[in-house]
Structures are given as structure tokens and as C-alpha cells.
């Protein structure tokens, strides 16, 4: 975890600064106390010793990465197995061509032919040449986002639905999966978990935390992962993203590519990319205000609402996380009602998808399983006395 707060090599007090000067003009001059010129002297000499102590400190909590940012932190990448910060990544997508009727001959779709959604928001370009054969109407091909970044992750299926540069006998377009993959520069506190999660990487017997780093690795949108082994030589990794969702085909594509690469995977392991189970739950709450307080009931509500908000958020963002409707009364008191009642959820365990050596396991609770709310009601049930 990095850590916000700057250490302290040398004293950068003023007031304790003030005091070893004052010492040393005693010292060096007999006089008690500095006046006229000698005192300005001190003031500038207390001054330039602050700001020094200040640089001191500064330079050399640059040199710890738990501390460090920008092209520092990048810097001291040399000192662990990730070395340098990811670069930004751009979304893929499946999309389906279709023409008119079957023809006679085999019909080409040029690489490069860009695809985008009824908005013409975000534009997808082909990969590679795409051939619908002889008497065939349609054919996928991978497409890749033409903006770097994750503002092309997500189109759900169908969206991206109209072809830029139309070809003979052309029909329609569409796309056959959610687009994902794209991914931002990781920020400092991201790229130091990465940096400090790669010494696994250093392991050649397949570890969970290898593989954890090396998933992790393949994108910045994923969160969380789990890594098993429900039989011997089979490796099992789910990837959970940030926005809660389970890894989409392009995510899981990028994943089995880096974990299973020679370089990474151990030579008796099959690894394979799977989905998490979804459990679905529901919010149905009545909260009540406190008659008394310096906020609006305008101003509650709200803060009730984004409280909930927060609370399925946090309830999605990791894999076998319990559903825990106390994390959610929490929230809510905190968030400034005086009390509330709770419908829905219900406690609920959730499978983590752990698998220890001495673990007897049934068919199916290898898979973990995450949290996904469906429906929020929430009901203001008025103000109250303390």
C-alpha cells in the first residue's frame, strides 16, 4: 500500500530550526540574542535550511517506491521484476459482416474497413483482411478501437452497427461481443501494487501469486483474480473487472495470452480463463433522518443515495465477497440517517474460490462468485426524534 505520508530524513521544524541557529549565533558571537543585521541574517540563514531540509526530504522519499510518483517511480521500476509502468492499451472487438446474398466468388472485406455506433461516438478498424466465401453471407473479424484507452471498452453486443467504408455487396455489420481491453496508463498507486505484486513473477513453479501478477498485468481495468487448481496440472484464473463486471472475451483473450506464454507458465500446467458465478441480490430499504440536523433533508436523501451507490459498488468489486447488508446499515447511518430497516439483501455466503490441499470440494465450488445488485428501492420513511 503506498503511503501518502512523507517520511522525515532530517528535522524541517521552523521552529527547531530557529532554535539550533539562534544556538549557534550564542555560540559563535557571545550575544544572547540576534538584533538589526544579525537578526535578518539569521532569519535568512533559518530560511534557506528549511527549504534545504524540505528538498532533503522530499529527494529522498523519491527514492522509496512506497512513496515515490511520476517518472521517480518509474525509475526505481529497475528494482523490481515489473520494470517499467504499462503503456495504454486499445479495445478489441468481434464483428460480424453480412452481405446481400451468397455470391459466386469469394468476397473480401479490406482490413482496415471502420465500424462504429449509430452516435458515431467511437470508431473500430479491421484488423485483417476478412474473406465471406463462395456461397457463405457472413464472417467475424477481430477489430481494434481506433481511440487508445478505455473509452472503447464495453459497446454491448450489436452496438457498434454501422460500417464507414461500405464494400460490394454489403448488408449490415454488427458487433458479436462487449468490446474490452483498452486500458489507461496505470496511475502511481496502481503501478506501485503491480510493481510489488511482480516479485512473484520471479517464481518458475507456477504460483498463485505469479499468475495473479501476470493476469493483472494483461490489463488495467482488471481488479481482482482468483487463481485454483481443482485437479492436478489444470490451472483455473477468473478475472474480475473494475467496474464489477465479469472479464469480457477480450480481457480473458489478453489473459490466457500473457499467463499462458512460455516464458510464464509452467511446462505441466493447462490454464484456462474462466467466468465467476454471479449471484444476484436486491436493495429494498426504508431509511428515516434525525428531525434535528444541520443538513437539509434535500441534502440527506442524497448522501443516502450515493451511500447505497457506494455500497454496490463495493459489493462487486471482489470476487467472493459476502453480501453484507451491515456494510450497507453502516453506510447509511454514516451517511446521516438516524436509523433504517432492511428488506433486502440478506446475509449471503459467497464461494471464494479457495482450494486448499486438504480441501474436499463438490462440482462447482472451485467457481468463485460475485456479488451483482439487479434493482435498488429505497423508501424515505420521514424524520424522527432522537
Not at 172 to 181: A, E, F, L, Y
Not at 219 to 239: F, H, L, M, Q, R
Not at 294 to 307: G, N
Amino acid at each position: 500500500m503506498r503511503s501518502e505520508e512523507m517520511h522525515l530524513f532530517v528535522s524541517a521544524d521552523a521552529e527547531e530550526v530557529d532554535a539550533d541557529i539562534a544556538s549557534i549565533y550564542n555560540d559563535v558571537t557571545g550575544k544572547t540574542k540576534a538584533t538589526g543585521v544579525d537578526l535578518m541574517f539569521c532569519q535568512i540563514l533559518s530560511r534557506l535550511v528549511l527549504y534545504c531540509a524540505q528538498n532533503t526530504n522530499f529527494a529522498a522519499n523519491q527514492n522509496l517506491p512506497s512513496r515515490a510518483s511520476g517518472t521517480d517511480l518509474d525509475t526505481l521500476g529497475e528494482l523490481f521484476y515489473q520494470m517499467e509502468r504499462p503503456e495504454a492499451t486499445y479495445a478489441g472487438v468481434m464483428i460480424e459482416f453480412e452481405i446481400s446474398e451468397a455470391q459466386a466468388a469469394d468476397v473480401v472485406v479490406p482490413a482496415g474497413t471502420r465500424v462504429t455506433d449509430t452516435d458515431s461516438t467511437i470508431f473500430f478498424v479491421t484488423d485483417e483482411d476478412l474473406t465471406i466465401a463462395a456461397g457463405d453471407t457472413t464472417g467475424e473479424v477481430h477489430a481494434t478501437c481506433m481511440t487508445i484507452g478505455l473509452s472503447g471498452n464495453g459497446y454491448g453486443v450489436g452496438e457498434l452497427c454501422l460500417c464507414v467504408d461500405p464494400f460490394p455487396y454489403y448488408s449490415s455489420c454488427s458487433n458479436t461481443d462487449v468490446s474490452g481491453g483498452g486500458g489507461d496508463v496505470p496511475d502511481d498507486d496502481e503501478f506501485y501494487e503491480l510493481m510489488v505484486q511482480s516479485m512473484d513473477g520471479y517464481s518458475s513453479g507456477g504460483s498463485e501469486g505469479a499468475y495473479i501478477y501476470f493476469a493483472k498485468r494483461a490489463g488495467e481495468t482488471i481488479a481482482d483474480v482468483v487463481v485454483n487448481s481443482p485437479a492436478d496440472g489444470e490451472v483455473k484464473i477468473y478475472c474480475l473487472l473494475d467496474n464489477g463486471n465479469i472479464a469480457g472475451a477480450e480481457e480473458k483473450a489478453l489473459v490466457l495470452a500473457e499467463c499462458n506464454s512460455e516464458e510464464n507458465r509452467p511446462l505441466t500446467d493447462k490454464v484456462s480463463v474462466c467466468d465467476a458465478d454471479v449471484v444476484t441480490y436486491t436493495i429494498n430499504m426504508t431509511y428515516y433522518l434525525p428531525a434535528r440536523s444541520t443538513s437539509s433533508i434535500d441534502d440527506l436523501k442524497s448522501a443516502v443515495q450515493a451511500a447505497v451507490n457506494a455500497y454496490v459498488s463495493w459489493q462487486c468489486a471482489k470476487l467472493g465477497r459476502d453480501i453484507v447488508p451491515d456494510e450497507l446499515i453502516r453506510r447509511v447511518i454514516d451517511a446521516g440517517a438516524k436509523r433504517c430497516t432492511i428488506t433486502t439483501p440478506v446475509y449471503t455466503v459467497l464461494q471464494d474460490g479457495v482450494i486448499t490441499a486438504d480441501t474436499d470440494i463438490e462440482e462447482g465450488e472451485d467457481v468463485p462468485q460475485v456479488a451483482k445488485c439487479t434493482s435498488i428501492t429505497l423508501t424515505y420513511g420521514g424524520v424522527e426524534n432522537e
